[in-house]
Structure formats: structure tokens, C-alpha cells
């Protein structure tokens, strides 16, 4: 789950991270009060005007700006809030804009010593262990960076077992170039950002940019955060900061039915039982010439419900030109999601598009023969290899 820019410091600063200060507000008049009390706190004559969508890039996109009075705070909320931001992270339709951060201006005017960095906490799948990924080029795009310039990107790897060790967070200072005062906040800084991610059971931390100001302070200017979706069971409060209006509505609707639904861009829509059965739907599809329209795993229990939620949420999008049902009868009988498909058919009604069911395993004989008796427009298929020939047949 994603989680906004501000939210994400709040985050941080509970587990001892330092942060650049600032207060959402959802109105120009809200901001400007915003504005008031972060001067009250931080003494700051400036601030950072930030909108808060999940994406990156938004500085680029205009979603950044500085204000140097009030009236500037004011007048830049009304022209952000409310504007569809495009970066290279939300593609063309770009994101509303709902909310925007009033941030403190950490960079003092007239000192030119601070340093910015770039720093994430993720979890490397390849050896199990999490990953810290930082580097001295810090508010840039780190894919830029990674491509010109690999050598200035540095990992540092922690057994979850064990945590992070204090002399891999004095690594990292080190490897930054810090030393003095700013080696030693710095080390504060990685060892708390590390016990926040753990403790969150977040599958990303990035911070980017970690800036050493001129003073040799560490702190979070900026902050991504994704919380796994499979531990929010056990932070219930980190659920509450949901926020549905940057969500696909289709996923948004797909997860009432307990749907895993992911959006995509082509002609072809699926609903299969399983992720990996998914995958490899998606791969067929590509091979006999179409393009996956979705992701769609209806789970191990399909039923009517379900199969006819799965039918509504893929004829929403307009790009589909067929729909590939494909289940394996395992856990679930083929009749039984076969009878789920005829009556789910019924239900929506109006599909005026091919239909393709593909069963196997469990009764999928008998399966076929109820589609094939129910006198509606649907083609079914035995093998994956005949689901593909009529892809190839009717897109």
C-alpha cells in the first residue's frame, strides 16, 4: 500500500528520524494557517509548497514550488490544489491533486555547505536479506544515476535476522563522505530509518533527498513509503491512511470481492485462479498475438459472486476486445466455476464481446458441457493451447 509524502514522515519521525517539518492542508486557507504554525515551530521565513499524489518526479512536473510570503503560499495552493499533475510516474492522465504539504525551507539562505544524498531500505529478494541502497548523488533520478555513473551507487545488506549492526551504519556514513558532526547524526539517522522499516513491515523506505545541512544536521526531505499489503493486519492504524482517490477504481472495486486485480494496458481481459496460472495466461495471450488487458486471480474459490464482479470490472475498460477465462480445477471443481460463469453471464448481460473459457482438472469435462449446453455466446477450450487458437481467432 502506498502511503502520501506526509504521512510517510510521520512515520519516520515516531521511530526518531529527523524530517523536514510541515503540515498538510486540503485548502489555500488551510495552508496559509499551515504556514503560520510550521513558522511558529521552525522559525522558517520560506516554505515548500509540495503535492502530495503517489508518484514521483513532481518537482519536474510543477508539483514543488517555493513561497517566500504568505500571500505566495496562498496564491500557490489555489493554483496546485486541484490540478492534474502529470510526471513520468503517473503517465499521461497525470493525478489530481487533493492535498499539498506546507514544508519549512531547510535549505538556509546564503549557505551553500549542505550536501544532499540518496537512501532506500528494500527488501533483496535474490538473497533474502534487506537491502540499504544509497549514494552521494541524492535529489536526481536514481535510475539516472545508475545508469551514468553505477560507481557512486553503494548496498550495504542486512540479515533480518540479525539487524543492523552499528558498524555497517558507520560503513555508510563513511562511504558518504560525512565526518564530524554529520558522520555521527548521520549513523542515528540509518540505524532509526532501518527500525522503521522493519518495524512497519514496509517493502520500501526512500528517501530521496537526505540532506546534510549546513550545519551538519541529517534529515528526511522528501519520503516514499510502501507498506506491505499482507502485514497491515498488524498495523491497523497504517491501514487508515489509505487513500482510495489515488487508487485504480477497478482495483479499488476489485478488492471489495477480495480480487487480485491489476490493470494493464491491452486488448485481452483475464480472469484465472492463481497467480502463477495468471502469468501464464498473460504469456499465451502475448504469443498467439493479443495483449493482456488485466491481472486477474479470482483465488481458489470461485464462485458466481466472484466470476460475476471479475465479468463487471473487466468490461469497464473500453481497450477490451475479448475476455480469456482460464481455471484449473484443483481445489475448486470445474463444473461448479462453470455453472458460476453461465450465471454470472446471465446476470451482466449485454457482452458483446468473445468469451473464452478454458477448464481443466477437476470435472472438466462436465465443465465444458454445461457452457457448451448453456446456448450463450461463449467458446471453451480443454487445453491453453486451443484458449490461445481462439485468442488468435477472434481478436
Not at 510543477?62 to 496564491?75: F, H, I, M, P, S
Amino acid at each position: 500500500m502506498n502511503i502520501h509524502e506526509y504521512q510517510g514522515k510521520s512515520i519516520l519521525k515516531s521511530f526518531g528520524v529527523r524530517i523536514q517539518e510541515g503540515i498538510v492542508a486540503g485548502t489555500p486557507e488551510k495552508a496559509v494557517a499551515a504556514a503560520k504554525e510550521i513558522q511558529k515551530q521552525t522559525g522558517t521565513t520560506m516554505w515548500v509548497i509540495k503535492a502530495q499524489i503517489h508518484a514521483g518526479g513532481r518537482g519536474k512536473g510543477g508539483g514543488v514550488k517555493l513561497a517566500k510570503t504568505l500571500d505566495e503560499v496562498k496564491e500557490i495552493a489555489k493554483k496546485m490544489l486541484g490540478m492534474t499533475l502529470v510526471t513520468h510516474q503517473t503517465g499521461p492522465e497525470g493525478k489530481v491533486v487533493h492535498k499539498v504539504l506546507i514544508a519549512e525551507d531547510v535549505f538556509y539562505p546564503g549557505e551553500e555547505d549542505h550536501k544532499e544524498f540518496y537512501m532506500s531500505v528494500l527488501l533483496n529478494r535474490q538473497t533474502g536479506r534487506n537491502s540499504i541502497m544509497y549514494s552521494t548523488e541524492g535529489g536526481m533520478d536514481i535510475e539516472a544515476v545508475a545508469e551514468n555513473t553505477p560507481h557512486l551507487i553503494f548496498k550495504e545488506e542486512v540479515d533480518p535476522k540479525v539487524g543492523l549492526m552499528p558498524f555497517q551504519a558507520r560503513r555508510i556514513a563513511f562511504n558518504l563522505g560525512l565526518s564530524g558532526a554529520a558522520f555521527k547524526d548521520m549513523v542515528r539517522f540509518v540505524m532509526a530509518l532501518y527500525t522503521a522499516y522493519d518495524k512497519t513491515d514496509s517493502s520500501l523506505f526512500e528517501i530521496n533527498p537526505v540532506l546534510k545541512t549546513s550545519d551538519g544536521k541529517i534529515l528526511a526531505v522528501d519520503c516514499k513509503v510502501n507498506l506491505d499489503d499482507n502485514a497491515l493486519f498488524r498495523h491497523k492504524d497504517y491501514l487508515e491512511m489509505r487513500d482510495i482517490k489515488e487508487e485504480d477504481p477497478s482495483e479499488v472495486e476489485a478488492g471489495k470481492y477480495d480480487l487480485n486485480f491489476v490493470k494493464l494496458e491491452g486488448n485481452v481481459g483475464c480472469m484465472v485462479n492463481g497467480a502463477g496460472l495468471s502469468m501464464a495466461t498473460m504469456d499465451i495471450i502475448k504469443l498467439s498475438g493479443g495483449d493482456p488487458a488485466n491481472f486477474l486471480d479470482v483465488g481458489g474459490t470461485a464462485n458466481a459472486e466472484t466470476v460475476e464482479a471479475g465479468f463487471r470490472i473487466i468490461l469497464k475498460d473500453p481497450n477490451v476486445k475479448a475476455i480469456l477465462i482460464n481455471i484449473f480445477g484443483g481445489i475448486v471443481r470445474c463444473d461448479r466455476v462453470a455453472q458460476g460463469v453461465v450465471e454470472a453471464f446471465k446476470k451482466v448481460g449485454n457482452i458483446d464481446i468473445p468469451v473464452i473459457v478454458r477448464l481443466q482438472g477437476t470435472n472438466a469435462e462436465e465443465g465444458k458441457e454445461l457452457i457448451d449446453k448453456s446456448g450463450l455466446k461463449v467458446h471453451s477450450a480443454i487445453t491453453l493451447q486451443e484458449a490461445a487458437d481462439l485468442v488468435k481467432e477472434l481478436v
